[in-house]
């Protein structure tokens, strides 16, 4: 399985009611993804959604550790994930390099 990094724009597309739509599951494992959340977004906007909440408990969903993103190079960071991080994201990780 490959790591897809999430965002709550692309999940909260997913959102049945009270809980992740199956499709949401259906889609990752059909394309062979693991889907992660970047910590900081998971703890200041996705954790305040109680269906994200139950995805991460059920483990459908994964939540990253810092050491997963705080790399020496940029290069190293964008080859180790399937999918391109945000923008957002590519300027928080580019503030801690430049610490």
């Known amino acids: 399985m490959k790591k897809v990094l999430i965002d709550t724009c692309f999940i909260n597309k997913f959102k049945d009611g009270t809980k992740l ?16 959340i970047h910590p900081y977004v998971y703890k200041n906007e996705m954790a305040l959604f109680d269906f994200i909440r139950g995805a991460v408990e059920k483990n459908v969903i994964s939540i990253a550790s810092y050491e997963d993103f705080i790399q020496n190079d940029v290069v190293t960071i964008h080859h180790k994930w399937t999918a ?9 990780m580019k503030k801690l390099l430049d610490k």
């Open 21 to 36: 739509s199956d499709d949401f599951a259906l889609l990752m494992e059909e394309m062979m993804f693991s889907p992660v």
């Open 84 to 92: 391109p991080v945000s923008i957002r994201e590519s300027l928080f």
